[in-house]
């Protein structure tokens, strides 16, 4: 088991997460006639426009999540202004995960304190369709915290900087966040 | 706390074995779906979620007049109390324990439609777990949700209508002296009811309207023979049918001290009244209710005239 972890944690550092930018691709939903390849490093501006679109998108979910967990109580009538704030970034199960996280500390009297820290790319854009981005996820700074004791919760041993993917979909004209996965065994 | 071995489980396996059993040692460690970090769980007074009684302390032997939901995910997990309607997760739905909600704008657009569009309708569904089979988000239905739109009725409501459904009866009343005969002043009238389930229990029902049901049983306590002569016997037993080669009734009769000549129809009525205990339980209540059901019949009683001849 050791051997296994040690060859994990090897793995995560010797393999550096992917530059953001270079990676990004470019998938248009209908063949273009052009004589340019679709899948091209240099950024187009409507590519670019979109990933910006895309990226506050993934912010706001993260936005209202953040400050959502740092209370969790969902049947609490004051969280509800966030969660309808949520609604205009997240759509499905980046929905209904937050709700069950939410649930599940508030029933163990616990909030998350404080903020994470993301590096977050944009990759897969199908315009006005899908989109993937995936992320390094800092919680040095974001704990689980006891509302009784005021003291971390966290369950020991675990990384502090893990990645995580979302994917994003556009919906009712605008990118929502559709998914949103930790990968808690991929430290990067 | 909700979640106990299955998590322990779950996270070995996520954490690939990193975690020792140590550090299973403060409680339950839990790993909610959008966490980077699991937790560990340590249950203290301050735990707002301890299992069973009702916020409003409504534990009393006839509560259960409101709907109460219950999530409920299997022995390996621990049963709370959570509101039947949140104004933005929507209904309390009892089948899968999860939230419903009508989605607001209805996108024919959504894949979740899933070539059924227009019918039915696509809802948001919010699972207070997540696991493989109830993972929540979006769904379509042809027809609501167990439970959407709130139920109207009541469990104790709802029990009322179980017990109606038993169709319980009083005593299918029997005597020792046949109908056509007459009992004789001073000589014990056995008196008994057939035992079946509509006449002595115990007999059970279930009540159900979508999102709520409810099931009743129910035993019959006593059974009081208002004996038509201004008396009455209270039997705690269905009475013994009457044999031959016995006088007295070894549970329940009556004696009669006087000809029913002077009664209406030269008859006694007889009216049975058996007393229901029923028990109930379902939309997270119970409670208990009493019912009676009346028989009724007649027996004719006579003197012996002794007729004393002198020579």
Known sequence: MAGMLAATLLAACSNPAPEPTATTTVVTPTPTPTPTPSRTLSVDPTVAATEAVILQAYQGYWDAMVRILANPDPFDDANKPLWNELEQYAVDKAQSDLFATAYQLSDSGIAMKGEPVLDPSVSDIVIDTSATVTDCVDSTDWQPISAATGESAAAPGQATRVTASSTLIFHDDRWVVNSYTPNRDQTC | ?311
């Not at chain 2, 301890?50 to 302390?57: F, R, V």
């Not at chain 2, 056995?190 to 035993?219: H, K």
């Not at chain 2, 004996?227 to 009457?242: A, H, K, M, Q, V």
């Not at chain 2, 029913?260 to 007889?270: E, F, I, L």
Request: hydrophobic share 30%.
């Open chain 2, 1 to 311: 706390m909700l979640r106990r071995l299955a998590l322990a489980v779950l996270l070995a396996l996520l954490l690939g074995g990193g975690l020792t059993d140590a550090a299973f040692a403060g409680g339950p460690v839990e790993c909610p779906p959008l966490l980077p970090t699991c937790y560990v769980e340590v249950e203290g007074p301050g735990d707002p979620g301890t299992p069973a009684d009702p916020p409003g302390g409504g534990s009393g032997s006839s509560g259960g007049s409101e709907r109460k939901c219950i999530f409920d995910w299997g022995p390996n997990f621990e049963r709370k109390e959570v509101p039947c309607y949140d104004d933005f997760f929507g209904w309390f739905n009892d089948e899968s324990s999860c939230y419903w909600k009508l989605t607001d704008s209805q996108p024919p657009d959504d894949v979740t439609w899933e070539g059924h569009y227009p019918d039915g309708a696509i809802y948001d569904v919010y699972c207070p777990v997540v696991f493989p089979g109830s993972e929540g988000g979006r769904a379509w239905r042809a027809t609501p949700p167990p439970g959407y739109g709130g139920v109207t009725i009541t469990p104790a409501q709802l029990a009322q209508r179980a017990v109606d459904q038993m169709k319980l009866t009083g005593p299918e009343i029997h005597m020792s002296i046949p109908v056509d005969r007459f009992a004789t002043v001073g000589v014990p009238v056995w008196l008994w009811t057939e035992v079946t389930a509509t006449t002595w229990g115990p007999t059970s029902a279930t009540a159900s309207v979508p999102g709520l049901s409810v099931t009743a049983t129910a035993r019959a306590r006593q059974i009081v023979w208002d004996t038509g002569d201004g008396r009455s016997e209270t039997c705690r037993n269905p009475g013994t049918p009457y044999y031959t080669g016995r006088v007295v009734s070894p549970t329940c009769q009556h004696v009669y001290e006087r000809s029913s000549a002077d009664q209406p129809d030269t008859a006694y009525r007889v009216t049975a009244t058996t007393t229901w205990d029923v028990t109930w339980t379902g939309g997270g209540s119970s409670g208990s209710l009493t019912v009676t059901r009346v028989s009724e019949g007649s027996v004719r009683v006579g003197e012996v005239q002794v007729l004393v001849t002198t020579s």
